[in-house]
C-alpha cells in the first residue's frame, strides 16, 4: 500500500503521526506524496477556526488531485466535528483520538483486502522504522502524555483529548530504545500537559523522574524537552537540564498573557510576577 501522512498542529500530533508512519512502514507501507498514494492519513488540529479550515482545504485538494484516494481523517477536529468531516470528499473514515492509537488496524478493517495484499506490494522491508532524513526529519518527536485536566476558559483541547494520560516509563524507554535503534541521536518529548506527566499512573510520578530515568540510561541520544507549563518547571527539572549532558539545557514556557486580570479570566494557575 502507498501511503501519505499530512499533519497539522502541534509536536503532539507530530508525535502521533511518526507513529501512524512508523506502522505503516512496519507492514511494508511505502510512503509517497498525497497524490500518488492509495491512502491518505490527515492528522487534524482544532485549536483554532484557521486550523479546522486549513483541513478541510487539504481534504479537497487531495481528493481533486487524486480522484480514487481513502482519505481517513484523525485528530482534534476529526473528533470534535466528526460529522463534518465526514461529508467532505473522499474520506472513508474518521478516527477519534480516543482510537488513534488503533488507526492502522481500522483502515485494515475498512478494506476487504488481505493484509498481503494491502501491504505486501511494497518494496521496503517489513519491520523498516521512520528514520532520520525521511521526509527531512532529524529529531524524533516522542508523546509521553496526552489529555488535560486543566480548564482553561479558551481551550478545547480537554474536550478533544479527554483527561490527562501517561505512559508507563518503562514504556517510554522502550520507545526511545526503537528511536535509538533507527538512528536518532535527538528525543523530543512532549504532552498535551507535559508538565503533568506521571500524576495519573497507578504508580504516581513525575516529570522528572521519567527525565531522570532516560538521563541514567545508555542510550547515546539528547533529550529535548517540548513546550512546559511555568508552573510545572520545577527545580528537579531546571537541575537535571542543568547536569545531564542528556537534556538540552532549553525550555519553551507559553505566556498567555501579561496581565493577571486577563490571565485569570483565561483560569491559567499563574501570575505574570510568577512566571518572571
Same mark, same amino acid.
Given at each position: 500500500?502507498?501511503?501519505?501522512?499530512?499533519?497539522?498542529?502541534?509536536?503532539?500530533?507530530?508525535?502521533?503521526?511518526?507513529?501512524?508512519?512508523?506502522?505503516?512502514?512496519?507492514?511494508?507501507?511505502?510512503?509517497?506524496?498525497?497524490?500518488?498514494?492509495?491512502?491518505?492519513?490527515?492528522?487534524?488540529?482544532?485549536?483554532?477556526?484557521?486550523?479546522?479550515?486549513?483541513?478541510?482545504? +487539504?481534504? &479537497?485538494?487531495?481528493? @481533486?488531485?487524486?480522484?480514487?484516494?481513502? *482519505? %481517513?481523517?484523525?485528530?482534534?477536529? =476529526?473528533?470534535? /466535528?466528526?460529522?463534518?468531516?465526514?461529508?467532505?470528499?473522499?474520506?472513508?473514515?474518521?478516527?477519534?483520538?480516543?482510537?488513534?492509537?488503533?488507526?492502522?488496524?481500522?483502515?485494515?478493517?475498512?478494506?476487504?483486502?488481505?493484509?498481503?495484499?494491502?501491504?505486501?506490494?511494497?518494496?521496503?522491508?517489513?519491520?523498516?522504522?521512520?528514520?532520520?532524513?525521511?521526509?527531512?526529519?532529524?529529531?524524533?518527536?516522542?508523546?509521553?502524555?496526552?489529555?488535560?485536566?486543566?480548564?482553561?476558559?479558551?481551550?478545547?483541547?480537554? +474536550?478533544? &483529548?479527554?483527561?490527562? @494520560?501517561?505512559?508507563?516509563?518503562?514504556? *517510554? %524507554?522502550?520507545?526511545?530504545?526503537? =528511536?535509538?535503534? /533507527?538512528?536518532?541521536?535527538?528525543?523530543?518529548?512532549?504532552?498535551?500537559?507535559?508538565?503533568?506527566?506521571?500524576?495519573?499512573?497507578?504508580?504516581?510520578?513525575?516529570?522528572?523522574?521519567?527525565?531522570?530515568?532516560?538521563?541514567?540510561?545508555?542510550?547515546?541520544?539528547?533529550?529535548?524537552?517540548?513546550?512546559?507549563?511555568?508552573?510545572?518547571?520545577?527545580?528537579?527539572?531546571?537541575?537535571?537540564?542543568?547536569?545531564?549532558?542528556?537534556?538540552?539545557?532549553?525550555?519553551?514556557?507559553?505566556?498567555?498573557?501579561?496581565?493577571?486580570?486577563?490571565?485569570?479570566?483565561?483560569?491559567?494557575?499563574?501570575?505574570?510576577?510568577?512566571?518572571?
Amino acid at each position: 500500500m502507498k501511503y501519505s501522512v499530512v499533519t497539522f498542529g502541534c509536536r503532539v500530533n507530530q508525535a502521533d503521526s511518526l507513529a501512524i508512519e512508523g506502522e505503516l512502514l512496519a507492514r511494508g507501507g511505502v510512503a509517497v506524496p498525497p497524490d500518488e498514494a492509495d491512502v491518505v492519513v490527515v492528522n487534524t488540529c482544532s485549536v483554532t477556526a484557521t486550523a479546522d479550515q486549513g483541513a478541510r482545504q +487539504t481534504i &479537497r485538494r487531495v481528493a @481533486r488531485a487524486n480522484p480514487s484516494v481513502r *482519505v %481517513i481523517v484523525t485528530g482534534c477536529y =476529526a473528533t470534535r /466535528a466528526s460529522a463534518d468531516v465526514t461529508c467532505l470528499p473522499n474520506v472513508t473514515q474518521v478516527v477519534p483520538n480516543s482510537r488513534k492509537e488503533e488507526l492502522v488496524r481500522l483502515i485494515e478493517e475498512g478494506s476487504a483486502l488481505s493484509t498481503a495484499e494491502r501491504f505486501g506490494r511494497g518494496d521496503g522491508p517489513c519491520g523498516h522504522a521512520v528514520a532520520p532524513g525521511v521526509a527531512g526529519r532529524t529529531a524524533f518527536t516522542l508523546r509521553v502524555q496526552t489529555g488535560c485536566n486543566e480548564r482553561c476558559s479558551y481551550c478545547i483541547i480537554p +474536550t478533544t &483529548r479527554g483527561d490527562s @494520560r501517561s505512559k508507563q516509563i518503562d514504556e *517510554v %524507554i522502550r520507545d526511545v530504545r526503537r =528511536a535509538v535503534a /533507527a538512528g536518532y541521536k535527538e528525543i523530543a518529548l512532549t504532552g498535551v500537559h507535559l508538565g503533568s506527566y506521571g500524576r495519573d499512573l497507578p504508580q504516581r510520578s513525575t516529570l522528572a523522574e521519567l527525565l531522570g530515568r532516560l538521563a541514567e540510561g545508555p542510550d547515546d541520544v539528547l533529550f529535548r524537552v517540548s513546550s512546559l507549563e511555568p508552573m510545572d518547571c520545577t527545580p528537579d527539572v531546571i537541575s537535571l537540564a542543568a547536569s545531564s549532558p542528556r537534556i538540552a539545557p532549553h525550555f519553551h514556557l507559553p505566556l498567555q498573557h501579561g496581565a493577571d486580570e486577563m490571565l485569570r479570566a483565561m483560569r491559567r494557575p499563574y501570575t505574570a510576577s510568577y512566571y518572571a
